[in-house]
């Protein structure tokens, strides 16, 4: 079965960095695009980035661009998120998502598979 499986998260202070990974198996991973949400404690899951299926393309949310890198190792099936200059308000669990190759999507419920997610906490 399809297994999404984030990992890299933890403490960290304002300021610093953290990357996170998130592994996939059983899929054919080169043929999906690959994406990152998070969500706050009472808040809707939001967008943070995006990567198509060769990794030619990334798109980001407004909120993390410049600070965040969203990267993929096809030969590895990994999917990664280097999160720079960390701020307390990107506190939240961060997930990975993966729906097959097409057009930028920012919507949740477009994205087909999930990963159980990883929680970051960002201190002041």
């Known amino acids: 079965q399809v297994q999404l499986v984030e990992s890299g998260g933890g403490l960290v202070q304002a300021g610093g960095s953290l990357r996170l990974s998130c592994a996939a198996s059983?899929?054919?991973?080169?043929?999906?695009?690959m994406a990152w949400f998070r969500q706050a404690p009472g808040k809707e899951r939001e967008f943070v980035a995006r990567?198509?299926?060769?990794?030619?393309?990334?798109y980001y949310a407004e909120s993390v661009k410049g600070r965040f890198t969203i990267s993929r190792d096809n030969e590895k099936n990994t999917v990664y998120l280097q999160m720079n200059s960390l701020k307390p308000e990107d506190t939240a669990v961060y997930y990975c998502?993966?729906?097959?190759?097409?057009?930028?999507?920012?919507?949740?419920?477009?994205?087909?598979?999930w990963g159980q997610g990883t929680q970051v906490t960002v201190s002041s």
């Open positions: 059983g899929i054919t991973f080169s043929t999906y695009d």
């Open positions: 998502a993966a729906v097959f190759r097409g057009t930028i999507k920012t919507t949740p419920g477009l994205y087909k598979y």
């Open positions: 990567i198509s299926w060769s990794g030619g393309s990334t």
